[in-house]
């Protein structure tokens, strides 16, 4: 059964760098079947898709978020990164790690517990 | 971007009601609409893929239904547990949205 673990600074500083880390157990995160995914959701409001990365380190930003967006993968640690740059109020989110099946089209099936990042002075 | 457009908002229903909640889509995503339920304080579960496929493990009173742009989940015999947010997501194409959410309430 895979886990997934966010880890990271909860509360970071307008214009810096928010930086999570996704610690996967019971799988590897070093084979082709899956993307490794973030996501988060707003407080009061919906979810929505930040990107993913491959294990060869392909990755998918979503333009929403303009070009803010890192993630790079370790394979040794068997874990993955976001990193979101010039953060505001507006990027005040439970932020989710997740994996997703490279087959077509499929949905997320398995998630982490998610992290509140709160982006204050 | 694909955008995803649930209705109700929010929904307050008596145990044992049925609940019916819609999904619109901006266009033609075929069934590659999926739900989610979100409880305070844990990450999404998935109830149903593909627009109408079933999850191991999730009640039988959920079920799906619908392609193309609209879609519908719906709970038979709604049970205190079921209190929570539901969201539709497309994977038909990138960037992959969800839907605002519905929150359901259990009077």
């Known amino acids: 059964q895979v886990q997934l673990q966010e880890s990271g600074p909860r509360l970071v500083k307008p214009s810096q760098t928010l930086s999570l880390t996704c610690s996967v157990s019971?799988?590897?995160?070093?084979?082709?079947?899956?993307?490794w995914s973030w996501i988060r959701r707003h407080p009061g409001k919906g979810l929505e898709f930040i990107g993913y990365?491959?294990?060869?380190?392909?990755?998918y930003y979503n333009p929403s978020l303009k070009g803010r967006v890192t993630m790079s993968v370790d394979l040794s640690k068997n874990q993955f990164s976001l990193k979101l740059s010039s953060v505001t109020a507006a990027d005040t989110a439970a932020y989710y790690c997740a994996r997703v099946d490279t087959a077509l089209s499929t949905p997320f099936h398995d998630w982490g517990q998610g992290t509140l990042v709160t982006v204050s002075s | 971007e694909i955008v995803l457009t649930q209705s109700p908002e929010i929904q307050s229903v008596t145990p044992k009601e049925k609940v019916t909640i819609t999904c619109r889509a901006s266009?033609?995503?075929?069934?590659?609409l999926h739900w989610y339920q979100q409880k305070p304080g844990q990450s999404p579960r998935l109830l149903i893929k593909?627009?109408?496929q079933s999850i191991s493990g999730v009640p039988s009173r959920f079920s799906g239904s619908g392609s193309g742009t609209d879609f519908t989940l719906t709970i038979n015999s709604l049970e205190t547990e079921d209190a929570a947010a539901y969201y539709c997501?497309?994977?038909?194409?990138?960037?992959?949205?969800f839907g605002q959410g519905t929150k359901v309430e259990v009077k």
């Open positions: 019971g799988d590897s995160i070093n084979t082709d079947t899956y993307f």
């Open positions: 593909f627009a109408s």
């Open positions: 266009q033609s995503i075929d069934n590659d």
């Open positions: 997501h497309q994977t038909y194409s990138l960037p992959w949205s």
């Open positions: 990365i491959y294990f060869t380190g392909d990755t």
